[in-house]
């Protein structure tokens, strides 16, 4: 198995405290001189080997515990690598302070400072665990008395302007968008600590609040920065608790459930969707079901789980059968999911599930999807060039290398100046793919044309 390195608490461990891998494996090898253990050669590639999966024997163990000064009694209740988050305090802790409105706005205001991504680490399953249940008690905002008055204008406002970034998002790609959402974020949670509202208002700052922190969560995702995303999701998720709304929460639960799914943690991603459905019913939102409902078939597919994954296929099309048509959405923020984006999730479930040909015809399903929905390609070029990229790799695992050229090729003329790492990254995979077929001329073609 693959392990994400980055993702690794001892990366954030080595990171947090300044070390290098010498260094650090000379401050292990004094505390084994302390501890009267063997002292272990000092070799850099032993980190490398912890990093990538191995565990190091329990005297080593013992001693890096040391280091940080942290019980052997915890080293041996949690095991690798869990133990390490105690070298990290903070880690979990934010996630569970009491969820209250205060701690709401303080979770927000936090999140206008630096972040170093790599002093941070992604939370454990049990701390996200655990927050879901805890949002699930959090009391409502009420009114603000203290401050200069403001009333719905100033929502109607912010929610303007979070319609634009959504769309800019699309367009422009979110390395760009991403400063622009924590600048709207600041603004709000300013807004909500310093003016007077009444509680309709309250609610519905809360709510841009969540919007804003959701949007900076994915963009920061999908330039891969899980760490930070999951400040962004977790403050996102406070927020909609204060603001007492179902779309926010679902959507912002949704989100951060792709992301665990992503980073190697389905079932993680399946509790955080559990209770996303649960929000996702108090909307009323068919599309909103039939959104969940894929997300859901995706974590299934992440983990193996083929029958249950066909099953929340299934129960996402129903669902989406039964909603109006996109531009008749009453919730704004759903405007992205049509036909063509289920097929283009249940593409990748079938790439999960080791089923290309299956995969092929959803990507081939969705050109369909769109004209028969009147979708506006033009507007999604990061979306579209995704897809063009993994149906390009899927005719390359069915041996179609032509095709596959000719699809790559395609990509070139939606990449553009949209600023995204993850497309980026797989489109680099498909080009290195592509390259070692370079005697067949439309790949020497594309290549020519990437170099």
């Known amino acids: 198995m693959r392990h994400d390195t980055k993702a690794h608490p001892l990366n954030a461990v080595l990171h947090g405290g300044g070390w290098n891998a010498r260094t650090y ?75 209250t409105t205060h701690a709401a706005v303080n979770a927000l205001t936090r999140l206008g400072g630096p972040m170093k991504r790599r002093t941070l680490i992604t939370y454990s399953p049990a701390a996200v665990t655990a927050a879901v249940t805890l949002f699930s008690t959090a009391p409502p905002a009420t009114t603000r008395t203290h401050g200069r008055r403001i009333g719905q204008a100033a929502a109607d406002h912010i929610d ?8 800019l998002d699309d367009e422009l790609g979110s390395a760009r968008v991403h400063e622009m959402a924590r600048a709207d974020l600041a603004l709000i949670t300013h807004t909500l600590d310093d003016a007077s509202y009444t509680e309709p208002t309250a609610r519905r700052l809360f709510a841009a609040a969540g919007e804003a922190a959701r949007i900076a969560g994915w963009t920061a995702f999908d330039n891969d920065n899980p760490a930070v995303a ?68 995706r974590a299934h597919a992440k983990a ?19 909603a109006p048509h996109p531009t008749e959405e009453p919730l704004p923020s759903l405007y992205w999911v049509d036909l063509g984006e289920l097929h283009s999730w249940f593409a990748s479930n079938a790439t999960d599930l080791k089923l290309p040909r299956q995969a092929l015809h959803h990507y081939l399903t969705i050109p369909r999807a769109h004209h028969q929905e009147h979708h506006d390609t033009p507007a999604y070029p990061r979306g579209t060039a995704l897809r063009l990229t993994r149906t390009a790799a899927t005719h390359l695992t069915l ?18 100046d949209v600023a995204s790492t993850r497309s980026d990254t797989t489109f680099a995979t498909l080009r290195r793919n592509l390259g070692k077929h370079h005697q067949v001329p439309a790949v020497r073609d594309f290549l020519t044309l990437t170099r």
């Not at 303007?160 to 769309?167: E, F, P, T």
């Not at 007492?244 to 190697?264: C, G, I, V």
Request: hydrophobic letters at 45%; aromatic letters at 6%.
């Open 25 to 99: 494996l000379t401050a292990v090898a004094d505390a084994q001189r302390a501890l009267g253990l063997s002292v272990s050669a000092i070799r850099p590639e032993k980190v490398s080997r912890w990093l990538a999966g191995a565990t190091p024997d329990a005297d080593t163990q013992l001693a890096m515990a040391h280091v940080h000064g942290i019980p052997a009694a915890r080293v041996q209740d949690l095991g690798w690598p869990r133990w390490l988050r105690l070298a990290l305090p903070d880690n979990d802790d934010e996630l569970l302070q009491a969820w």
């Open 230 to 297: 999951e400040r962004f999701y977790a403050a996102a998720l406070r927020a909609a608790a204060a603001a007492n709304d179902p779309a926010t929460a679902a959507t912002t639960l949704s989100f951060w459930a792709m992301q665990r799914y992503s980073e190697h943690d389905p079932q993680g991603g399946l509790h955080l969707i559990d209770e996303a459905l649960r929000q996702g019913e108090r909307t009323g939102s068919p599309r909103m079901r039939a959104m969940l409902h894929a997300r859901a078939s």
């Open 399 to 416: 041996g179609d290398v032509d095709t596959a050229a000719t699809v790559a090729t395609d990509v070139l003329t939606h990449l553009g």
């Open 304 to 322: 193996g789980d083929a029958r249950a994954c066909a099953h929340a296929e299934t129960a996402a099309l129903t669902a989406y059968a039964q």
């Open 160 to 167: 303007h302007r979070l319609a634009a970034l959504r769309r």
